[in-house]
């Protein structure tokens, strides 16, 4: 790589024991046909030979910083990059991971063609390619099909819309919304979630430009800040955080495991509260909805199960405003249409949550 002048993006590299795919990751950012960034890199407590290898980058190129750090793990690793950036633009990139080579350029210039977003993402190729069927594929589907604010803003809570090794988001929207925090949970979608809540506008390159290492060796397999429990209790607790309209009954549609386990983490993280608060934290789920006609009436956390055609009437005059927490494949795309033709309207009367 050749310096080119001032950084246009500043990209954040967190690495630990990353010697074995630390080298292919190397060439990629070298490979980029956008010359114009730095490296910020931190070693962070590796027992591998990630630091000679980063070492010896840095000494060769000058626009790799390397940034100390003493092994506190990846939120104080990624608030001390950030907090060492110099360009406007902050982008993300993981050491096992390997960016195509037109990724950075890709990005710079949606952000520079759409001034009215704030952060956005790429399209992106698990490798090596997982099982057919597996969750990953569905994943990597549907990430890859965010190609629209509205289609992020839709998604946003059923899962994290923007693979976070892909994230270029703008400096100035990144301070305001707080950086990365540590809530014991998953940092990457918090942040996401609190660009959006702060009025943000996302989205995905339409095209894959980045390549996204599988394994064992994956914080996001090992660490608990990654369960799928740690992803409810956040998602709850944003959209406890004034994403309902007060003054309406809340309804679940999905009386399976998915559903049960959300409204389960809803009444553990809130409690109940009388309906017609001004916040939306503390409001009991006070209805179920499913398909099942076994289900039909029966009573689940203290919420009556109701069929889809019952749902428009409960709770009147106040229109419901209905979760979607199912896990089966098609389910919510089946969901979706039924509630449309109640006449819900998506993220006014129905968001989906999983």
Known sequence: MTDAGEPRVSVLLPCRDAEPFLGACIESLG??????????????????GTGPLLRAWAARDP??????????????????????ARAPLLARMDADDI??????????????RDPGIAAC???????????????YLRYESWINGLTEPAAVERDLFVECPIAHPTLMVRRDAFEAAGGYRDTGGPEDYDLILRLAAAGCHMTNVPEILHEWRLG????????????????????????????????RPLAVW?????????????????????????????????????????????????????RPEDLPAFGAPARPYVLLAVGTPGARREIREALQALGFQEIEDYRAVA
């Open 63 to 84: 626009r790799v910083r390397l940034v100390d750090r003493d092994g506190s793990g990846i939120v104080a690793a990624l608030r001390r990059l950030s907090g060492e």
């Open 99 to 112: 960016a195509r080579p037109g990724r950075l350029a890709a990005q710079l210039r949606l952000l520079a």
């Open 254 to 306: 999905g009386a399976g495991k998915v559903g049960k386990a959300f409204a389960r983490g809803w009444l553990e993280q809130g409690g109940p509260a009388e309906r017609g608060g001004s916040a939306s934290r503390g409001r009991p789920v006070e209805a179920f909805v499913d398909l099942d006609p076994r289900k039909i009436g029966q009573n689940i956390h203290g919420a009556v199960v109701l």
């Open 216 to 247: 064992p060796h994956r914080l996001s397999e090992r660490s608990a800040r990654y369960s799928p429990d740690a992803f409810r209790r956040l998602k709850i607790a944003h959209l406890a955080n004034g994403r309902i309209p007060a003054g």
């Open 31 to 48: 490979a980029q046909s956008e010359s114009r960034f730095e490296v910020l890199a931190l070693d962070d407590g590796s027992r591998d």
């Open 121 to 135: 993402g790429t399209g992106v190729r698990y490798f090596p390619r997982p099982a057919p069927g597996s969750g």
